[in-house]
């Protein structure tokens, strides 16, 4: 057997590692590596999710979502909003912010329909019947809940009741022309009865247990609640960068409700 000789096998070595480097590059270039500012995670390697417009949606490490990012940020900023005392009800409770809201000694209510199916729940609550007492929370967490509600408008009405006057409702939902790239008018929520079944809803609404895909009329339901609105555009508002860095989705709203 003929061996190579040791200089030659270092210099392919070499070569197929600066062609290794090369391709590395291009690629870090063509998808810039992604932070996930809940747990620390960077890389390329975000998750993405049946049916949703964007690529990178779930972090590898923690699993959080583009919009568990976004108001992992918003809490960042508002900090101010948590503190000893502050009665806070969360539902469908994103594990990632049990450590941010309990770190005061705050009163922390996590809610659910159904505890234990998604979310890790203390409280069964049906969200269009609260059992608790007008302005009982300073702070309520609601997002990507009502389109699994069957009267949505009752539940906005019934989170406006047990705010307290100046408390803060931040409410999310999946928007077709955001979330979906589905073939509706993005300005007009659907909802028809005759969407009844697992697979159309998956089909017209993007997701098998959603109730109707909401469009950019949304807004007009937290009007008709009753509550008035502080803001919606605080991921518009973090910048481009911010928004690429932490695989964010700039259209996403976060509505700052209050009363
Ligand atoms: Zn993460």
Known sequence: MELEPLNSSYDNLLKE?????????????????KECPVCGHKGIDFI??????????????????????ALWLYFQKNKNLIN????ILHF?????????????????HTADFNPGDYADADEKIDI?????????????????????????????????????????????VPMNG??????????????????NTPELREKHYGQFDHLRLYGADFKQ???????????????????LETIERYALVRNEKIYECTK
């Open 48 to 69: 993405p999710f049946p049916n949703i417009i964007h690529k990178e949606v779930i972090c590898p490490t923690c699993h959080c979502h583009e919009r568990q990012r």
């Open 178 to 195: 955001v979330s979906y790239n589905l073939p509706y008018d993005e300005f007009k929520t659907l909802e028809k009865d005759e969407y």
């Open 92 to 108: 469908a409770p994103e594990k990632q912010f049990k450590e941010l809201f309990t770190s005061k000694d705050t009163e922390y």
């Open 128 to 172: 269009q019947d609260i059992p608790y007492d007008d302005n009982y929370f300073d702070l309520i967490l609601c997002s990507h809940v009502l389109e699994h509600v069957p009267d949505d408008m009752r539940a906005l009405r019934e989170l406006r009741r047990v705010l307290k006057p100046k408390g803060i409702a931040l409410i999310m």
């Open 84 to 87: 000893d005392g502050t009665k």
């Open 17 to 33: 590692n600066r062609e290794m480097r090369k391709k590395l590059n291009q690629y870090e270039k063509a998808y810039p590596a």
């Open 221 to 239: 339901r937290i009007f008709e609640s009753g509550f008035e609105l502080l803001g919606e555009d605080f991921i518009k508002n973090l910048g």
